[in-house]
């Protein structure tokens, strides 16, 4: 495995981390025992970075994280969101709350069940239109002040909020959705993160599991899969971006190299601090995707993959239908 820094002042960690949606079932059934399982065999691989949220699955997510790590704490760095919660108990997190003593509340709530004495990356998972970005992001520089997180990020941030964010205290990492299929923080946020020394954690780097090339169908989706409320997934959109994966999976082929691996590879190969986060349940996908740290992708290769699956090239948003 190789390292990186996620910007100039943030933690060092393995140049691919691990998502942690799926383990509780954000992706269908799952089975626990399997589960913290695959959070071991990450250490063992030398992934060190686990992203979760307060908000996956009711905090079980956390809860789960923070079993798997017994014993290997000082091995990990750990990441976890908050400001998000659901309207009704069980339901989506659609209520954006950036309230300073809400997220005082919330990080005791993830330490407790995170097993943990603090928290290496915070999270503001979203910026609330309520509340100005200079007084959430100070709440967090008080639990950074205290010893309680390391480092304070932002999630899904206009480039404007996180400029005014790292004015009020400095944001180490900010995480978006970013894939070589989902290009759009290119316009404003990264090069803003860029500027201020800030490190970026691409989640959904493989397209929520498109560009593993192991959907084939719309019908491969488990009834309880959230990705069924996404339009890429839907109907003809999903059938139209499944041609554009399959034409760049016969391309790499002949590399010897899945796709999933050369999606990672591209991301890489966007900036030094960049550290993509894909979620598996799998630990023989887990090897496979912190294998993409030691692939070097030639221009011409990165080039015909930016083609091949441009943004003006796919179907559908990436945000979900709300019910």
């Not at 709350?97 to 005791?108: I, N, T, V, Y």
């Amino acid at each position: 495995m190789r390292y990186r820094t996620l910007g100039e002042r943030g933690p060092r960690v393995s140049a691919v981390g691990l998502g942690c949606l799926a383990l509780t079932g954000g992706y269908g059934p799952v089975d626990r025992a399997e589960c913290e399982n695959t959070v071991r065999g990450a250490l063992d691989l030398g992934v060190t970075l686990f992203d979760t949220a307060d908000f996956y699955a009711g905090g079980t997510n956390e809860e789960l994280v923070g079993r798997a790590l017994a014993g290997r704490r000082d091995e990990a760095v750990i990441a976890t969101r908050t400001g998000l919660r659901p309207r009704a108990p069980g339901g989506p997190p659609t209520v954006v709350d950036g309230r300073p003593h809400q997220l005082k509340r919330a990080c005791e709530a993830s330490l407790r069940r995170l097993d943990t004495d603090h928290i290496d990356v915070y999270y503001l998972g979203r910026v609330d239109p309520r509340v100005p970005v200079e007084e959430s992001v100070g709440a967090l520089g008080e639990l950074v002040a205290e010893g309680k997180i390391r480092h304070v990020g932002l999630s899904e941030a206009p480039a404007d909020d996180l400029r005014r964010a790292h004015a009020a205290h400095p944001v180490t990492v900010l995480e978006s959705e970013y894939s070589v299929w989902e290009r759009h923080v290119e316009q404003d946020a990264l090069p803003a993160a860029t500027a201020a020394g800030i490190g970026f954690a691409a989640h959904t780097p493989l397209g929520k599991g498109f560009l593993t090339g192991r959907l084939v169908d719309p019908g491969d989706l488990g009834p309880d899969d959230h990705r069924r409320n996404h339009p890429r997934f839907q109907g003809e959109n999903f059938r139209a971006n499944r041609r554009l994966v399959a034409r760049a999976e016969e391309e790499l082929a002949g590399l010897g190299m899945p796709l999933a691996q050369g999606a990672l590879a591209w991301l890489l190969s966007r900036g030094p601090w960049i550290v993509p986060i894909p979620g598996t349940r799998s630990l023989r996908h887990l090897a496979d995707n912190a294998a993409a740290a030691d692939v070097r992708l030639t221009d011409g290769q990165t080039d015909r993959l930016t083609a091949l699956l441009s943004p003006t090239l796919i179907s559908g948003s990436r945000h979900p239908v709300r019910r």
